[in-house]
């Protein structure tokens, strides 16, 4: 089972509340450099919108085992753990392994799904599937 | 492994307790570093002083800078007064730039008699920076067994009788870290420096620096291989050095701009990530992705370097270690953060001889060194073979790389009629005899046997080989890959003249760390002149000393290249990746340092190295002088298994037609003019070097690049 954060690009109309709702939950600010989600607009005019899919690929990059895979098949990231080397936010083929200026740990998605009740335009869904 | 934490324990004696104020690291210094006696049990901390970072810089520069207070013109390796030097270096212990947890190891070496340096992964060298010091030295004789222990938590040092703990380290590095940690979380916190039972005898000991993998459950072990500092630390008396520290962050150096070490270090680990696959496969393979290179190229030593290739090598391949020995896809560095992770390991290994035979064990390799030396060197073509005498070499504290080399030259010996059953106590040494070749690894284990002539290494051998059964001393020069006492490590370099001079300058002896030039000089023919080639063994040795300096592994500088590295101007330089170190020197430092500053911290430590030889009756040109076997061809059978190449050069490059003369004519011919063009090299690589021709580093030279140091000038002087 993979719980994890659907993204439906087509729809998204660029209008951020996302990132406002990811970085206020995360770090008590609205600053969207610290969202685990992005939106970047396209060359069509239209947006992408990377983010972690719970791929798993990083975790057994970690040495500490700060990356671990919970029941619902989302990676979690123990910062107590974590020593900054960022060898997984390397090997993330999204680029959805986050960090930010002096922040020592990096940040990902955990599908909490708080994004997903706040889009106004359908856009993001929290979805479990086989894979 | 079954043992009883607390019936080890009640055995202890507490001979000595210390305390520390515990401080932060400041831009990448802990600015103390710590002596511990065990002769006397005396420990104390010593203040980093500025002059002493400005000269020295840290890490190898720190510790041969306390050896030479510590140490007189005439101490010997098993003088109480010799010391063992641990440090890393003010990058060492980040953990952004893959490669960033290397110690450097020093000593006063059995076999060379001159200071050794050793390089090695693990975690010991960080944790003891975080702890509160920059390096530590160990001075005196124990009268018993001793573990040191030192709680980087707490401030804590302790120096205790520990009669019952194992020698050998893979068993001792498991019940330091049941003894130590409090519970599984701990464990990684806990790291080791021991030696075993081979090092007890043996001269070519090496150590072992723990690091606990926690997929595994395992500790697992890296080695400070070369020059004997094993035997220096079980002549000594000690079980181990235990560190325990708990506190590591991304940030641990307190850099002074750590944005950049993070940006520095996730480019490269991007590049690492991306380019390594179609590069040199470290994560995949690590340095075993060495052995088809050699083999392809006629560099892989195969019967004691006499040839560079054989057949049987597809054996020895990476591609055979891999199918059928490694574990796959887990984060094999031996630092965190290190995305090179080339530490590769063999997992559930059944050992089939000596005293674990039967035990599933762990064992981190095969290093390409140890595949050449253990393997193709000896004609053992046999993977499961190479991985036993690794492990056993490890555990036993024994360095794969001087037992590999000394066990080919017995074997030439044995092949020439020198040894015979009677001599070896009835061991066999015919090529590829793997049986033999790990009895006598068992012996030098032991104690006991031929392995008490053997490990005590090449040059020793030679001695007792000519004296005791009237061997001819010529040919064992000829044949014996030692230079300065120290076994070659693994590469033929018959037809690269700058990498026999790499091999012969090095100053603790022929290891390649210093310089590795065969593909510049003999491949790609980069380095034509004289001067040419004195440039490389001026830039490369210098430059390469620095990531002794610091803490840092050599492998990502060039073992990874951006992708348009070829089109730089001087693509063996790796421009990109030489100003990565400047970046994250100066961001940890606060420093301004350019690309020149670092060549010249490296260089006055290099001069000093050197110098610090001279002090102890180590000079001219005869120290640098190598065995003929590494310039060409020492026997008829060699040169015909290249005739074409020998004969071709014999026409173009010494001007004589080959044509009417006999092989052992050739040979004469050949090795007349090869031994003078590496006295030529010699001397254009000391005038580059600022040395004198006898090798002396000038007074003037010294003050040029700032090792204006009057105790040094002193030395110098006496030969100048």
Known sequence: MKKYLKTYEEKCTGCNTCMTVCSTLFFKEDNYEKSCIQVVKNEKGGFLLPVCDQCEICVPECHTLALTVNKKGVVMLNKSLCIGCYACVAICPTDTMMTYHNLIVPFKCTACGACAKECPSGALEIVEEER | ?720
């Open chain 2, 1 to 720: 492994m079954n043992f009883d934490i607390d019936k080890l324990k009640a055995k202890h004696k507490m001979l000595k307790e210390f305390s520390f104020e515990k401080k932060e690291v400041e831009k990448g210094y802990a600015g103390k570093t710590l002596y511990i006696n065990i002769g006397n049990n005396e420990i104390k901390e010593k203040t980093v002083t500025e002059e002493m970072k400005k000269i020295f810089t840290g890490g190898k520069g720190f510790n041969l800078k306390l050896m030479w207070d510590a140490v007189n013109d005439d101490t010997k390796w098993d003088s109480p007064e010799n010391v063992i030097n641990i440090a890393t270096g003010p990058i060492g212990g980040n953990t952004n730039y893959a490669g960033s947890g290397k110690s450097i190891v020093t000593s006063i070496s059995p076999l060379t008699n001159i200071p050794i340096d050793s390089n090695v992964g693990g975690y010991f060298g960080p944790y003891l920076k975080f702890a509160g010091f920059d390096a530590m030295e160990i001075q005196g004789k124990s009268e018993n067994e001793i573990i040191i222990y030192i709680d980087g938590n707490n401030g804590k040092i302790q120096i205790f009788e520990a009669p019952d703990e194992a020698v050998d380290s893979h068993v001792f590095a498991e019940q330091m870290v049941e003894m130590f940690a409090e519970n599984e979380k701990e464990k990684q916190h806990v790291a080791t420096v021991s030696a075993g039972t081979g090092s007890n005898t043996a001269y070519i000991g090496c150590l072992n620096f723990s690091f606990y993998d926690k997929r595994r459950k395992v500790a697992r072990l890296k080695q400070a291989g070369r020059g004997g500092i094993g035997t220096v630390f079980r002549n000594k008396k000690i079980k181990g050095v235990v560190i325990k520290y708990s506190g590591l962050t991304g940030d641990s150096n307190n850099a002074v701009d750590v944005k950049t070490v993070q940006d520095t270090g996730l480019k490269l680990h991007k590049e690492i990530i991306k380019l390594d696959d179609s590069q040199c496969k470290m994560r995949k393979v690590g340095t075993a992705h060495l052995t088809e290179i050699m083999n392809e190229y006629d560099l892989l030593p195969t019967h004691n370097y006499k040839f560079g290739s054989h057949e049987e090598s597809k054996h020895l391949s990476s591609d055979v270690f891999y199918n059928k020995f490694l574990t796959h896809g887990l984060p094999d560095g031996c630092w965190y953060g290190c995305t090179m992770a080339c530490a590769k390991t063999a997992d559930k290994f059944e050992l089939l001889t000596g005293p674990y035979k039967g035990d599933l064990v762990t064992v981190d390799g095969p290093e390409y060194e140890t595949v050449g030396g253990c393997g193709s060197n000896l004609g053992i073509w046999d993977a499961q073979a190479v991985l036993e005498i690794n492990f056993y070499c490890d555990t036993y504290g024994l360095d794969t790389i001087s037992f590999g080399t000394m066990t080919a030259f017995i074997m030439e010996c044995w092949d020439n009629g020198i040894l015979d059953k009677e001599k070896t106590g009835g061991l066999v040494f015919t090529w590829g005899n793997k049986k033999d070749t790990l009895e006598l690894l068992h012996q030098i284990g032991r104690g006991e046997g031929f392995g008490l002539i053997a490990g005590k290494g090449t040059r020793k051998m030679k001695d007792h080989f000519e004296k005791e059964f009237g061997a001819d001393r010529t040919f064992m020069n000829d044949i014996g890959m030692e230079a300065k006492g120290l076994e070659y490590s693994e590469y033929i370099t018959k037809e690269s003249l700058a990498m026999q001079a790499g091999y012969g300058l090095a100053l603790k002896g022929p290891q390649h760390d210093e310089a590795w030039l065969i593909f510049m000089d003999m491949v790609n023919n980069q380095i034509p002149t004289f001067e040419d080639k004195a440039e490389a063994l001026h830039y490369f040795p210098m430059f390469r000393t620095w990531f002794g300096l610091q803490g840092l592994c050599k492998l990502p500088w060039n073992d990874v290249e951006p992708e348009n590295n070829a089109e730089t101007d001087e693509p063996n330089k790796v421009p990109e990746h030489v100003q990565n170190y400047v970046d994250v020197f100066n961001a940890i430092t606060g420093q301004n340092a350019t690309k020149e500053d670092l060549l010249l911290q490296s260089e006055r430590v290099y001069n000093f190295q050197k110098s610090f030889a001279i002090r102890l009756g180590f000079h001219g040109r005869k120290q640098d002088a190598i065995p003929y076997r590494s310039m060409g061809p020492v026997t008829n059978e060699e040169y015909e298994s290249r005739v074409e190449r020998y004969d071709g050069q014999m026409k173009d490059k010494i001007g004589i037609d080959p044509k009417g003369k006999n092989t052992t004519e050739k040979v004469a011919i050949t090795r007349k003019y090869r031994e003078e063009q590496y006295e030529k090299l010699m001397t254009a690589a000391y005038k580059r070097r600022g040395w004198t021709k006898d090798g002396i580093p000038t007074i003037e030279h010294l003050k040029e690049i700032g090792l204006d140091v009057p105790e040094v000038f002193e030395v110098l002087k006496k030969h100048l």
